[in-house]
C-alpha cells in the first residue's frame, strides 16, 4: 500500500492568513501516460463527513473557494488556504488514487489562532 | 443531488458479524460505482472496497477475508457486511460515490455516517 504522510498534524493561522498543509507519499502518485498527479484533498469539519475539495492534485472541485489550491507532483504536495476564513476550521487530508487500495494521510488540524 | 444514508445498528458484540445499508437518493446505483470508508481514532481513514455497476467488488487486502459487499438495484441502495468483529473495528463507517469523471477512486459524496461500536 501507498502510505500517505501529512505535516504537520495540527497547525494554528491568523484569520486572514496563509495556511500550508503537506503531504507525502511513500512512492510516486505521478501517471506519465496522462501527466497526472493522482491525489485528492479533502476537507472534513467537525461531526460531518469528508468532503472533496481537490483532484489531480490541484484542480478544484466545483464550489470550492478559490483560496483553496493545490500543488506538487510526484510525492510531494501542499494543500494551501490562501486566506484563512472562520469556516475553514476543519481537518484535511490527502489521499492517493494511483493504486488500489487508495490510501488516506492522517490528517492535519487546522484552527484560528 | 446524490445523496447518500448509511443505516444499521450501532453497537454489535465481538465476533459477530456487522450489516450496514447505504440507500442513495438522486442518482441510479446501476451508474455509478460505490465504496464503504471507514474512519476510527487508531486507524484514521481505511478504504474498505467497493462495488462497480456489474456488481463486480474489490476488496482492501487487510479486510478481504471479512467483507462481502452486494447491491440490490430494486431498492437502490448498497451493503456491507463484515464479520468476525472485534475492538479494533469500532469506527464511523461512512458510503461514498466514486468519481464520476472516470475510473478513479476519489470520492463524492459521502454519507454522514454511521458510528459502530463492537463491545460486548
Known amino acids: 500500500d501507498i502510505v500517505m504522510t501529512q505535516s504537520p498534524d495540527s497547525l494554528a493561522v491568523s484569520l486572514g492568513e496563509r495556511a500550508t498543509v503537506h503531504c507525502k507519499s511513500s512512492?510516486?502518485?505521478?501517471?506519465?501516460?496522462?501527466?497526472?498527479?493522482?491525489l485528492a484533498w479533502y476537507q472534513q469539519k467537525a461531526g460531518q463527513p469528508p468532503k472533496l475539495l481537490i483532484y489531480?492534485?490541484?484542480t478544484r472541485e466545483s464550489g470550492v473557494p478559490d483560496r483553496f489550491s493545490g500543488s506538487g507532483s510526484g510525492t510531494d504536495f501542499t494543500l494551501t488556504i490562501s486566506s484563512l476564513q472562520t469556516e475553514d476550521v476543519a481537518v484535511y487530508f490527502c489521499?492517493?488514487?494511483?493504486?488500489?487500495?487508495?490510501?488516506f494521510g492522517q490528517g492535519t488540524k487546522v484552527e484560528i489562532k | 443531488q446524490v445523496q447518500l444514508r448509511e443505516s444499521g445498528p450501532g453497537l454489535v458484540k465481538p465476533s459477530e458479524t456487522l450489516s450496514l445499508t447505504c440507500t442513495v437518493s438522486?442518482?441510479?446505483?446501476?451508474?455509478?460505482?460505490w465504496s464503504w470508508i471507514r474512519q476510527s481514532a487508531g486507524k484514521g481513514l481505511e478504504w474498505i472496497g467497493r462495488?462497480?455497476?456489474?456488481?463486480?467488488?474489490n476488496y482492501n487486502p487487510s479486510l478481504k477475508s471479512r467483507v462481502t459487499i452486494s447491491v440490490d438495484t430494486s431498492k437502490n441502495q448498497f451493503s456491507l457486511r463484515l464479520n468476525s468483529l472485534t475492538a479494533a473495528d469500532t469506527a464511523v463507517y461512512y458510503c461514498?460515490?466514486?468519481?464520476?469523471?472516470?475510473?478513479?477512486?476519489?470520492?463524492?459524496?459521502w454519507g454522514q455516517g454511521i458510528l459502530v461500536t463492537v463491545s460486548s
Open positions: 489531480w492534485a490541484s
Open positions: 512512492q510516486s502518485v505521478f501517471y506519465r501516460s496522462n501527466n497526472n498527479n493522482y
Open positions: 489521499q492517493q488514487y494511483y493504486s488500489v487500495p487508495p490510501t
Open positions: 438522486g442518482a441510479s446505483i446501476s451508474s455509478y460505482y
Open positions: 461514498a460515490r466514486r468519481s464520476v469523471a472516470g475510473p478513479y477512486n476519489w470520492f463524492d459524496p
Open positions: 462495488i462497480d455497476t456489474g456488481g463486480n467488488t
